[in-house]
């Protein structure tokens, strides 16, 4: 049975500066595997963002190394920590619930172990008020149904000017959904990019040849489509973007200047194994997908004690990085950028064993592994 660490959280919209604060504060009891409290002990933890659910869109990540007291309390601010996923100022506050999702290593190291996910049940007040509130002759953005936002100015003498569009045709929501005529571009069934910082946005799925696909801001009819224009440039309104041949792709949109460049990606999936100097790793074989289960296989042989010390799922990308998907809590669920994956009863008699997974839309997905 997994041993997990119990933590029990306070959140706090507490204003750290004279500005809009970037942070809010947060309190934790930090307990070791026999239920104790780690009294004046180093605590490594990580925070993340999630957006409408527990297991939603991970918008920001970030990491803290703390020192708890003498009963084991442990004070952090989130929004000032390390970021390793997103930006923590880029969090739309406003719009869908979001969920804080806290893992903690009681060793102070990186092998983090998912002590819960709650709900914000209140957004940090001064995170929402820094989107409505802004300097000097900037006016107030509001975004339509659509997607399309709207600057509403006021002049020196007190008078309000009509909303005005504020952004251009290459302007791109904070959120953006993938579909296509894999799903007869049904805006219900559309899947939200994964925001993944620097402003990029991705998504992985298997496409066949000849699909074609656009993005929408919302999940219904009436919200804004975009697509290409002549230069491969995302804009409103765009023609649709056709894929070629059949293939599991990594769809991304990035910006590129004043635009958003739209990227599809045909690739397989490869595995990477933890290094071991001067020690051939084992044979691995080219993958295969399976349409019917959308899974991988990958087969594994001659795998020993001297030649392994676990692997992890590379998503090659000739556009931005590559990720890396593990698993922190040997649970058989993917982690992005997660620790090593480890192979069962590995010993000096070389064996074989055949590694079979899935890569949703969000990087998120399962494996098994089977000796064979």
Avoid: C
Wanted: aromatic share 10%; glycine share 10%; no cysteine.
């Amino acid at each position: 049975m997994k041993k997990l660490y119990a933590s029990i959280g306070l959140f706090l919209a507490t204003l750290l500066s004279a500005q809009v604060p970037q942070a809010f504060s947060y309190q934790t009891i930090a307990f070791n595997s026999a239920g104790a409290p780690i009294a004046n002990g180093n605590v490594a933890l990580k925070i993340s963002i999630l957006e409408n659910s527990a297991t939603g869109t991970v918008l920001y990540t970030e990491t803290h190394t703390k020192t708890t007291n003498s009963k084991g309390l442990v004070n952090l601010n989130i929004g000032q920590g390390t970021p390793t996923t997103g930006s923590f100022g880029a969090i739309n506050w406003g719009t869908n619930t979001k969920f804080v999702k806290v893992e903690m290593d009681p060793a102070g190291g990186s092998n983090y172990t998912n002590v819960g996910v709650n709900q914000l049940m209140s957004v940090p007040y001064s995170q929402v008020s820094k989107t409505i509130v802004t300097g000097a002759g900037q006016g107030i953005t509001l975004t339509s149904p659509n997607g399309t936002a709207y600057t509403l100015g006021v002049n020196d003498s007190g008078t309000l000017s009509l909303p005005t569009s504020s952004g251009t045709s290459s302007a791109v929501p904070t959120n953006l959904y993938l579909y296509g005529s894999y799903n007869t571009f049904n805006p219900a069934a559309a899947e939200l990019l994964r925001n993944n910082g620097s402003g990029s946005k991705v998504g992985y799925k298997y496409l066949p040849a000849s699909s074609q696909i656009k993005f929408i801001a919302a999940q219904n009819a009436s919200a804004q489509t975009y697509g290409l224009n002549s230069q491969m440039s995302l804009v409103q309104n765009g023609s649709n973007i056709n894929i070629s041949s059949n293939g599991f792709y990594k769809v991304s949109v990035y910006p590129n200047g004043p635009t958003y460049t739209v990227t599809t990606e045909n690739f397989s999936p490869i595995i990477s194994f933890n290094y071991i100097p001067s020690v051939q790793s084992p044979t691995v074989s080219s993958p295969t997908y399976n349409i019917s289960n959308n899974k991988f296989t990958i087969n594994l042989t001659g795998v020993t004690s001297a030649n392994f010390s676990g692997f992890k799922i590379i998503l090659p990308s000739n556009y931005g990085s590559q990720e890396e998907l593990g698993d922190n809590l040997n649970d058989t669920f993917f982690d992005i950028g997660g620790s090593y994956i480890m192979l069962p009863n590995v010993t000096a008699t070389p064996k074989n064993f055949k590694v079979e997974f899935n890569i949703n839309f969000d990087a998120t997905g399962t494996y098994t592994i089977t000796q064979i």
